[in-house]
């Protein structure tokens, strides 16, 4: 058999035919060491993705998107508008982070934890060989007529899938209404929250979308990650790579024959069972090389050792290795790309730790009413100012007061006897601050002021304070 390996598969993807339409894939149900383990890591990942938006540390939902309201929890730390930078520096480092990951291991992300990958191999599919059965099985059901049998699967399954989809649709929903809000909706019915409703449906109808019908065609063609795997993704990178200097040996790859000594042969360990093939769910043959539509689920790997030991040949024909390794046996090496990354990221890192000590959960601003000059009273130059303060915690301040730490002077409250501030609220009004002429050393002098919670001080500002010595 020739070696040389046929590059027509780049002319097309694994889920389109010759006649240019929809291939469907009926991938075997994998089984092996790294399936199991795949097995556990999703199924931790479900449980987290479905308790996160009900989960509640100090009051706070532990993970929340609120886009509507510009409100953002992130492991129970609150974000509002005023902290959008720290949400924008928190996506930079996401993003350094899957580059980093990815030029060092592939795209890992995409087999092992991405949510997309997660629910459709391990709920929607399981579900799927539960009902219809394994390759072989779902492949006849497909051709079969529809018959009784036929009829009763496809509607048992399709039916789950709805129920399912509908399910994620709230936990969706949780996730950019907060979850106090949707099971308030659920409790009120939805005859008072039909718009509600409709975009529950809406998000349902996508869902079953993307997991009956779209399936791996997301990883493939919908999802940007896939591509910027080819940007990112060199030799050194290490993926799910078919060992082609042991797989082909001198006179390529051929089928398995007892008692034959492939050395003597000149054939290589690949007995061209196509099993790789047959697993894979996005439908390519990993012994073409690395291709986009691999998502690194390592089906293919569990499939060949098994195939492998039953002909008592090594395993490892496929596995982890990169391209370099395969070739020129060099191990993996961390460079200077990969430092590159790896400087960014901590830097990264690091501003956000920072940002975040210093972030108050009370944010206050003071400024000065425009328009209006100071005034005389007395032995005392006064300016009025305008106050909000925002509370971004999830409890309430109902003894708040402004005082002045420097210099010296009073602040008087205007129209309110004490500010309460209630838990995400704000509070806003109007005060004077007078301070003694004697203490005024400039025309424009900064005021150091505290905001408390009776004698508790939740924050700190400055602003300043218009004189008379503007006009020597």
Same mark, same amino acid.
Request: charged share 25%; proline share 3%; aromatic share 12%.
């Given at each position: 058999?020739?070696?040389?390996?046929?590059?027509?598969?780049?002319?097309?993807?694994?889920?389109?035919?010759?006649?240019?339409?929809?291939?469907?894939?009926?991938?075997?149900?994998?089984?092996?060491?790294?399936?199991?383990?795949?097995?556990?890591?999703?199924?931790?990942? /479900?449980?987290?993705? %479905?308790?996160?938006?009900?989960?509640?540390?100090?009051?706070?939902?532990?993970?929340?998107?609120?886009?509507?309201?510009?409100?953002?929890?992130?492991?129970?730390?609150?974000?509002?508008?005023?902290?959008?930078?720290? =949400?924008?520096?928190?996506?930079?480092?996401?993003?350094?982070? =899957?580059?980093?990951?990815?030029? $060092?291991?592939?795209?890992?992300?995409?087999?092992?934890?991405?949510?997309?990958?997660?629910?459709?191999?391990?709920?929607?599919?399981?579900?799927?060989?539960?009902?219809?059965?394994?390759?072989?099985?779902?492949?006849?059901?497909?051709?079969?007529?529809?018959?009784?049998?036929?009829?009763?699967?496809?509607?048992?399954?399709?039916?789950?899938?709805?129920?399912?989809?509908?399910?994620? +649709?709230?936990?969706?929903?949780?996730?950019?209404?907060?979850?106090?809000?949707?099971?308030?909706?659920?409790?009120?019915?939805?005859?008072?929250?039909?718009?509600?409703?409709? $975009?529950?449906?809406?998000?349902?109808?996508?869902?079953?979308?993307?997991?009956?019908?779209?399936?791996?065609?997301?990883?493939?063609?919908?999802?940007?990650?896939?591509?910027?795997?080819?940007?990112?993704?060199?030799?050194?990178?290490?993926?799910?790579?078919?060992?082609?200097?042991?797989?082909?040996?001198?006179?390529?790859?051929?089928?398995?024959?007892?008692?034959?000594?492939?050395?003597?042969?000149?054939?290589?360990?690949?007995?061209?069972?196509?099993?790789?093939?047959? =697993?894979?769910?996005?439908?390519?043959?990993?012994?073409?090389?690395?291709?986009?539509?691999?998502?690194?689920?390592? $089906?293919?790997?569990?499939?060949?050792? +098994?195939?492998?030991?039953?002909?008592?040949?090594?395993?490892?024909?496929?596995?982890?290795?990169?391209?370099?390794?395969?070739?020129?046996?060099?191990?993996?090496?961390?460079?200077?790309?990969?430092?590159?990354?790896?400087?960014?990221?901590?830097?990264? /890192?690091?501003?956000?730790?920072?940002?975040?000590?210093?972030?108050?959960? =009370?944010?206050?601003?003071?400024?000065?009413?425009?328009?209006?000059?100071?005034?005389?009273?007395?032995?005392?130059?006064?300016?009025?100012?305008?106050?909000?303060?925002?509370?971004?915690?999830?409890?309430?301040?109902?003894?708040?007061?402004?005082?002045?730490?420097?210099?010296?002077?009073?602040?008087?409250?205007?129209?309110?006897?004490?500010?309460?501030?209630?838990?995400?609220?704000?509070?806003?009004?109007?005060?004077? /601050?007078?301070?003694?002429?004697? %203490?005024?050393?400039?025309?424009?002098?900064?005021?150091? /002021?505290?905001? %408390?919670?009776?004698?508790?001080?939740?924050?700190?500002?400055?602003?300043?304070? %218009?004189?008379?010595?503007?006009?020597?």
């Amino acid at each position: 058999m020739s070696k040389e390996i046929d590059d027509s598969f780049r002319d097309s993807i694994g889920t389109i035919n010759s006649d240019g339409k929809r291939k469907w894939i009926y991938p075997k149900k994998p089984s092996g060491k790294f399936y199991n383990k795949r097995k556990i890591t999703s199924y931790f990942l /479900i449980l987290f993705l %479905l308790s996160a938006p009900f989960i509640k540390i100090n009051g706070n939902q532990f993970l929340l998107f609120n886009v509507f309201d510009r409100k953002f929890n992130i492991f129970s730390i609150q974000f509002w508008p005023q902290d959008f930078y720290l =949400v924008v520096i928190s996506l930079i480092i996401g993003v350094v982070f =899957v580059s980093l990951f990815t030029v $060092a291991f592939g795209r890992i992300f995409c087999g092992w934890i991405c949510p997309q990958t997660i629910f459709l191999e391990m709920v929607f599919r399981r579900i799927e060989y539960w009902i219809d059965g394994d390759r072989g099985a779902q492949i006849r059901l497909d051709k079969q007529e529809w018959n009784a049998e036929k009829i009763r699967k496809r509607i048992t399954k399709w039916f789950i899938f709805f129920l399912i989809s509908f399910v994620i +649709a709230n936990v969706f929903l949780s996730y950019l209404l907060g979850s106090d809000e949707v099971l308030r909706m659920i409790t009120e019915g939805p005859a008072n929250n039909l718009s509600t409703l409709i $975009a529950l449906l809406i998000f349902t109808g996508v869902f079953y979308f993307v997991f009956v019908w779209f399936r791996e065609q997301v990883c493939i063609i919908a999802c940007p990650y896939g591509r910027l795997q080819g940007v990112l993704l060199d030799d050194k990178s290490i993926v799910v790579a078919y060992d082609y200097v042991r797989g082909e040996g001198e006179n390529g790859r051929a089928k398995f024959k007892k008692n034959e000594n492939r050395s003597e042969t000149g054939f290589g360990d690949c007995i061209d069972c196509k099993q790789c093939v047959n =697993v894979c769910p996005t439908g390519i043959d990993i012994r073409n090389g690395t291709q986009l539509e691999c998502t690194n689920c390592t $089906a293919c790997i569990d499939e060949c050792d +098994a195939m492998m030991e039953s002909v008592n040949l090594p395993k490892g024909l496929i596995r982890y290795a990169s391209e370099i390794e395969i070739s020129k046996k060099e191990k993996f090496k961390f460079t200077p790309r990969l430092k590159g990354y790896s400087a960014v990221l901590f830097i990264l /890192i690091g501003i956000l730790t920072g940002l975040l000590f210093l972030r108050s959960d =009370v944010e206050a601003r003071i400024l000065r009413l425009p328009g209006q000059l100071f005034e005389h009273k007395g032995e005392n130059i006064s300016n009025v100012y305008t106050f909000k303060i925002i509370n971004k915690t999830a409890k309430d301040y109902d003894d708040v007061s402004i005082r002045l730490v420097k210099p010296q002077g009073t602040v008087i409250l205007v129209s309110k006897d004490k500010i309460k501030l209630s838990k995400e609220g704000m509070a806003q009004g109007t005060i004077f /601050i007078e301070i003694p002429e004697v %203490l005024i050393e400039s025309d424009k002098t900064r005021l150091d /002021i505290e905001i %408390l919670n009776g004698e508790e001080v939740i924050d700190k500002t400055t602003t300043t304070f %218009l004189g008379p010595r503007s006009f020597n």
